[in-house]
């Protein structure tokens, strides 16, 4: 991390918390920056996918060549890999890692109908007409923003993420909010919260996020 970096992200955060930062919020940002560093643990511990992937089913992450978490969300929401040519879908991967191969016509549903949270706690096997009940049960097809019942984020925080806080990491912004970084790229693209419309939107994209911030 270059010098100044985290020093721009707290500033970020006063603006949004209101100056001074307390000893809490100072707390919570080293604790966050000590997790991070800690970040390889979790390949050392991880699973062996078929494919060759290696799964940390704990936290859902999946991870690449260079030892460090992959996937990219799709244009529905979920997190995909790839591997030469191939496609897969992470939540399946993760799903398999544990389980074995998952049953034709089978799918693998998210409980809280997190589409990008993909722990293994989170993930149970069903049939499509299964999937689709339990998507109106919990209001996916019909709510969206932070009308969802289940919703982390509002529109305050969206606003936030795309506008003061647009200089911190994704992953330092996931455990900021308690949500997972592909939902946050997902605000950031614009492909979730699309309802929500603020100056930001229209500033300039940054130069890139601080790294580990």
């Keep these: 991390m270059k010098p100044g970096q985290s020093e721009k992200c707290i500033e970020a955060m006063k603006a949004l918390y209101g100056p001074p930062m307390t000893d809490e919020q100072l707390s ?7 997790r991070e560093m800690a970040h390889a643990n979790g390949y050392r511990e991880a699973l062996t996918h078929p494919t060759g992937f290696r799964v940390d089913p704990a936290r859902g992450v999946v991870y690449g060549l260079m030892r460090r978490p992959i996937g990219v ?8 890999l790839r591997l030469g040519s191939t496609s897969y879908k992470a939540h399946r991967v993760v799903y398999e890692a544990v389980h074995g191969p998952i049953p034709p016509g089978m799918e693998i549903n998210h409980i809280n109908g997190v589409k990008t949270d993909n722990r293994i706690a989170n993930l149970e096997m069903v049939t499509p007409a299964e999937n689709q009940r339990h998507a109106y049960r919990i209001g996916l097809k019909d709510s969206k ?8 984020l509002n529109d305050d925080k969206v606003r936030a ?5 647009r200089n911190c990491s994704s992953r330092f912004l996931a455990r900021l909010f308690g949500v997972s970084i592909s939902n946050i790229q997902l ?16 500033q300039p ?9």
Excluded at 145 to 152: L, M, Q
Excluded at 193 to 199: C, K, Q
Excluded at 205 to 213: C, F
């Design 28 to 34: 919570e940002y080293n604790r966050l920056r000590a």
């Design 73 to 80: 969300p799709n244009d529905t929401g979920y997190v995909q």
């Design 145 to 152: 923003g932070e009308a969802h019942s289940r919703a982390k």
């Design 161 to 165: 993420i795309r506008g003061q806080l």
């Design 187 to 202: 605000v950031r693209k614009g492909k979730a919260w699309r309802h929500i419309t603020a100056e930001a939107d229209r």
């Design 205 to 213: 994209s940054p130069q890139g996020e601080l790294e580990g911030v």
